[in-house]
């Protein structure tokens, strides 16, 4: 489905991804670890098409299309989803607008009709239901005054509504309590399917419990250290990153 | 030419149109309009035309605006074509009996006045000169300033047509009573309606009116209204902007607020090649509310200027300003609003705000909110931002597939709908709404031929 090879990228002349190199296939969870200011918030960005990172080297090929060289609306109407660190607030624009402007845009993208106002406001209840979005969230601007938590689990509804094939969970569990990190979770594992694949950026081995990933990999100073199984995932919890720094150091 | 030849020639040139047209202009005019016409005429002589030194008018050049050979309508002409075909009210809301100006002439010349219900009065300003003399002598020209201000000393020194409307004591009128200004002729013109707005205590009505242009030609404006709201009344103005490129207007609303009086004011200014605001507000006594607001969305060439001036005369008055502004291309703006808190306003609360956004690097304004104040016990508040979409609230439409284009349009409806919804008959709104998004998506930029029934 995803395939990196050797990506490289910098902003304002400073170079964050220095080579990275990765593959994602259908039905698979990736998780994604390493420490503050290693790139992987970078790596999201630049997946999801964000203009002020500069591609210098190598190649994303999605589907067996060129990724880079979509737009980032093309991207997500071809089944990119990107869940943000910090989602933004867009006052003015309420939560039912946006989304039904997204689904109909990617709609349009598929060559579909735009859905018809009763299946929107079923789909908007539906989906609200399975990440347990409180209802009166739906009716305000686009995250303006949300919590960080709720933030967070916006972000899940937005996904849920859209359904893509990759989705790129940037610490969408920083900021939840245990009972709202079990809701999202759910939210992710109800969601998948043998077709789609989701790559889910955290700090904790925590969420791992709830989202049981495939692989897990340690992204320090733009590159990815060391890929491993779920286990790799307590190894960091007990041990930290410094060992594996030293390691690749070396 | 030097710009203080060019001053002299256009006062010059309207002093010679006066004198020469005299007999015209003062004709069917009751002796204390033409009183009044040769006070404003003397003070014309003297100002002029306001020019860039004048502090007010820095950011528009009027005398360059005026220096042309525009005919004049010092008599109503007369161009057959049905109003109903052009516009037909279908807001269920709204009064569907439309008030028409034609050239700044009142246009239903069969039916000049109008009585509604309980008897309120509506129709052509020189009309009611004649028949209700002494309540247009008790208002007119009491509130627009032409003293200090040489356009509307100009507009008074020519002063024939305009809209008239009376609500008396007590009486409600529920609809609101739509007028539209139209510009319309084979050669350029330059038209100067006078409106006067009378509602006398507890009173209430609202009007909303649309500016069209539905010919080719370049026109000029320079209309006054002058709005009386007495004690208690209410009184809603919503104010559709939507002349072609070549199309330049000043308008000059001057509010009379008595005791416990409400006034909103909406002004939307969708389209028009140079469009120049003032709002005078004085709120004459207190407990008195005034709400003026404006939105302006500009492109290519055009410049849109927007004044206001809130005097807080009296105490425990609220007023709330907000301007909002989108300038595409190479457009350029102004806002100058001021408010005035004097000594004895106690407890006024008062506010203003600007906020703009610029689409381009070309694009361009200038922003002044002031505040003057010379009570102690108030609370007032103004600020004033330029500019542009914001970065990450794009990226974040964009990356839920919402094209760019589109994701634009979305953050400036956002933008705008703050004063949109200020509007306060619901189905104006909805209306309104509709047309902000039109004028948005760049879909009402041929106006001239327009077929839109803007409400
Ligand atoms: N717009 C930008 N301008 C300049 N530097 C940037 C920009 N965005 C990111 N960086 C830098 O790139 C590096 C990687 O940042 P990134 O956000 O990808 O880290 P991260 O791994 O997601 O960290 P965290 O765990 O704190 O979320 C950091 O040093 C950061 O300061
Ligand atoms: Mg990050």
Sequence with gaps: MLLIKNL?????????LKGINLEVKAGEVHAIMGPNGSGKSTLASVLAGREIFQVTEGKVSYFGKDLLEMSPEERASEGIFLGFQYPIEIPGVSMVNFMKTAVNEQRKH????????????????EKKELVELDAALANRSVNEGFSGGEKKRNEIFQMAMLEPKLSIL?????GLDIDALRIVANGVNKLKTAENATIVITHYQRLLDYIIPDYVHVLNNGKIIKSGGKELAFELEEKGYDWLKNDSDK | MSLEAVKIESKQKFIEIYQDNIDTLKNDAPEYINIARQKAFELFKNIGIPDKKNENYKYTDLNKEFDNGYKMYLSPKN?????????RCDVPEINTKVILLLNGWYYDRENLITELPGGAIIGSFQKAAELYPDLVKKHFAQYADMEKEGMVALNTAFVKDGIFLYVPKDVLIEKPIQIINLLMDEEEGFTQHRNLFILEEGSQASVVVCDHTLSTPNFLTNSVSEIFVGQNAGFDYSRMQNEHNGSKQVSHLYFHQERDSRVNANTITLHGGL?????????????????TYGLYLTDKGQHIDNYVFMDHAFPNCISNQLFKGVLDDFATGAFNGKVLVRKDAQKTKAFQANNNILLTDDADINTKPQLEIYADDVKCSHGATVGQLDEDAMFYLRARGIPKKEAKLLLMYAFANDVIKAIQVPALQDRIQDLVDKRLRGELSRCNSCQMHCC
Excluded: W, Y
Excluded at chain 1, 114 to 125: A, C, E, G, N, T
Excluded at chain 1, 170 to 174: G, K, L, V, Y
Excluded at chain 2, 79 to 87: A, L, W
Excluded at chain 2, 275 to 291: I, T
């Design chain 1, 170 to 174: 940037d610490e969408t569990d920083s």
């Design chain 1, 110 to 125: 598929k060559g579909l009709d735009p859905i018809s106002s009763s299946d929107f406001l079923k789909l908007m209840r």
């Design chain 2, 275 to 291: 469009v120049r605001n003032n709002v005078h507000v004085l709120l004459n006594g207190e407990g008195c509310e005034n709400n």
């Design chain 2, 79 to 87: 161009i057959k074509f049905q109003i109903n075909d052009i516009f």
């Design chain 1, 8 to 16: 490289r990228a910098s902003v304002e002349g400073k170079e964050i």
